[in-house]
């Protein structure tokens, strides 16, 4: 058995890679590298009912001139693009699988290998050619190198391949990003979090990708010290932010615009949540790309307003759908956000990618272990102390007895979101049963805050617009807008009497 330990690196537009690695990069790296160019040819196999996907198995047979080697890659994890997944290489005398050649241990105790071998069938395929650079450099750390350009193949449908993996051979993991960095400042690059096989299953399934709302809370231990549940927190925010860019690049589906700027919004609260305890120049650094990337993304609240107003099976479209001058106006300025603001180009923009890298650096690079040792402290020691402080403030400037307006409420968005966020960061190490109950009026009225929003646009637009039945439309949209309010109001109300889950 192998561990795999690489970070999958995807090209943005298409430039003559093969040529910036070769005269660009590799004279400068001080290394010493052997290259080989290949084609490769890989067949993925299941059963029909995909029980070794239900296993977290992945199986291939790949071909090389001539050559034929199985692969079964067992459970892994993939944290901010960084792949590690133990795998397992037998020899074949042709391009027929056999399980029985793995070692049985591999499988659970109850499963027929046998079985599986019966049922097994293709599914999809993976050819592209490969430029693999194997550096040995003078520390003794050796990595590979390798480009990979080509298709992922169904028998109906095909994506492409165009991506760049550094695996460890030897050495430090953090000698992965040194030279990831010399990368990122060569071609334009991001993050990539899913493997071929995961796009092939995809694929091959007919699915495509559904942007994801967020969980209620992240799964903590009470072990967990500060630098453990900021990397949890770190690495999902991270996730959600790439998962989403991939959605909205397959897709085009606009909610995954909202996830991207929501996942920019997590990686930064997380940072604010623990950089009083994880004091270090590295994460002020980030902290500040971050805030000036997040106003790249503003826009988004106006698109997903527009979204929900057009929306067949949202609150507003049966009265606006009777006017087809707002569904047109409404359609035009969704296209015009769209077409000012280009997130393709925003997605694949190097800086953002260099960024991302960055992020996900630190769980290997641990930058604040240079300052101090508060990053051993245990979570449930200042996670008490973190709630209340946030919630307080929230009571403080949302209090019970002062009636809140629309204006109120959306100028009080920001704190609550963030201190949601970090309820979603902390409420995993509490009892479900008085978390869920306290968080769920507040969600209810972030919920609200949206519908508002998309209410306030739409008066914003008839204000100015020249629609025929105007005057109907700006009482309609004061009636919705109040008695929205009042379901708000009573909400709110009722969260401001719930009793702290977290206190002991």
Known sequence: METEIELKLLVCGHPDVVKVLENQLLPTLGAHYTTVQMALSNRYYDTPDKQLRAMDMGFRVRGRDGRFQ????????????????????????????????????????????????????????????RHAYHLTFSNGTELELVYDKGQVATESHQQAINEIEIELKKGDVADIFHLARKLADALPLRLGIFSKAARGYLLAAGQELTPRALPDFLGLDEQDNIEQAFLKALHYALDYWQFHQQCYLETGK???????SAGIQLVSQAISLYLPM????????LQSRLIKLNNDWYWTDSLLAVKALRSRKGPFRKRLAKSEEVISYLR???????MQHRPDELILAPQ??????????????????????????????????????????????????????????????????????????????????????????WLDIIDGIDELKALHLLKSELDVADVQDKEELLVWCKDKMAHLLEVMEQSRKAALKMEPYWKP
């Open 332 to 338: 035009g300025r969704y296209e015009g956000l769209l």
């Open 70 to 129: 199985q692969t079964l890659k067992t459970a892994g994890q993939v944290q901010g693009g960084l792949h590690q997944r133990p795998e397992y290489n037998v020899e074949l005398e042709d391009q027929n699988p056999d399980l029985a050649l793995f070692d049985p241990a591999i499988f659970p105790a109850d499963i027929s290998i046998a079985s599986l071998q019966s049922q097994l069938c293709p599914l999809f395929t993976t050819h592209f050619s």
């Open 278 to 285: 994880l004091q270090c120049d590295e994460l002020l650094t």
């Open 254 to 260: 606009p909610r995954a615009l909202g996830g991207i």
């Open 352 to 441: 953002a990618g260099r960024l991302q890298l960055e992020l996900a650096a630190l769980a290997v690079e641990l930058p604040w272990r240079k300052s101090g040792e508060a990053w051993q402290s245990p979570l449930l020691e200042h996670a008490r102390g973190w709630l209340a402080q946030g919630w307080f403030t929230i009571s403080q400037s949302m209090p019970r007895k002062k009636k809140f307006n629309a204006q109120n409420y959306l100028s009080s968005e920001p704190l609550l979101r963030q201190t949601l966020f970090n309820g979603l960061f902390l409420a995993g190490l509490f009892s479900p049963q008085n978390r869920d109950q306290f968080r769920a009026p």
